[in-house]
């Protein structure tokens, strides 16, 4: 899990993508909309976002002053949490407007969670605090604002989707950032021109793109939880260099790699 607290930045956009873990992101300050499986929804202030494994889902930051904590997981944590009953009511997205007891009660909870320790009474706490925030969110599926007609299983069931599925696993099981344009159609069974359609449906941007801003994430990732040098994590996203990756990454995050890791926060992760 991770902490982020931006004073004075730029707005931010993330682009549409979709990745195979699930994320729960509370936000005590923000202004902007989060967009989930083709549907918009403002955030504000005590905004609950929960995003399941395959949704698409873009984002774009705006205001002041935006204050947020960012949980990860893989969809296993629900069997070791013995959550496996109120699974299926976390497979849909959920954006939730908190009133002042929720977000009070949501916001001691995952700062609780950013400072237990990392020890065997720490993991069974941190897993105690999980899983009430899991039933939490299984609980407050009858609040969501999404139409229950578009939703994750809508998604997963798209024919495009399904044929670039093997490529996300590919990059998230090799955990490799540069794979040519030919390998990626390769891996998923098309020719060059129908994966780049295929991709381009999906995504709103081209491979090439996609690849970079992937990069960025992963150096995101590792300015908020290592302390590698700036180049070494350049050489480590496999950019050229520091200075292109620098360029790169100011392109993308509207800000510089020191200047981003000077405005994060970083917590313990679970899961």
Avoid at 36 to 42: H, K, L, P, V
Avoid at 217 to 231: C, E, F, G, P, Y
Wanted: hydrophobic share 40%.
């Amino acid at each position: 899990m991770r902490r982020f607290h931006f004073i004075d930045e730029p707005s931010l956009e993330i682009p549409t993508h979709f990745h195979m873990l699930c994320e729960v992101m509370l936000f005590k300050k923000i202004k902007g909309q989060v967009g989930i499986d083709g549907q918009s929804i403002e955030l504000n202030d005590n905004s609950l976002v929960f995003v399941p494994s395959l949704a698409m889902h873009e984002m774009e930051m705006q205001g002041e002053e935006r204050e947020f904590s960012l949980l990860q997981f893989q969809r296993y944590l629900y069997s070791e949490l013995a959550l496996l009953d109120v699974a299926s009511q976390l497979e849909k997205p959920l954006v939730l407007q908190l009133n002042d007891q929720q977000a009070g009660y949501l916001h001691s909870q995952f700062a609780w969670l950013e400072n237990v320790d990392n020890n065997n009474d720490g993991r069974n706490l941190a897993h105690s605090l999980l899983r009430t925030l899991f039933l939490f969110l299984a609980g407050q599926q009858s609040r969501c604002q999404f139409s229950t007609e578009k939703n994750a299983t809508v998604l997963k069931e798209n024919k495009g989707l399904a044929k670039i599925i093997p490529l996300l696993h590919h990059l998230e099981n090799h955990q490799t950032l540069n794979l040519s344009l030919q390998q990626a159609a390769d891996i998923c069974g098309m020719s060059r021109y129908h994966f780049s359609r295929v991709f381009k449906s999906l995504f709103a941007q081209n491979y090439k793109d996609y690849l970079l801003k992937r990069k960025i994430n992963t150096a995101v990732a590792m300015l908020s939880d290592s302390k590698q040098s700036i180049t070494q994590i350049a050489y480590a996203c496999e950019f050229s260099d520091s200075a292109y990756f620098c360029a790169k990454f100011k392109q993308v995050m509207g800000m510089s790699p020191g200047q981003f890791r000077q405005s994060t926060q970083t917590v313990l992760s679970f899961g």
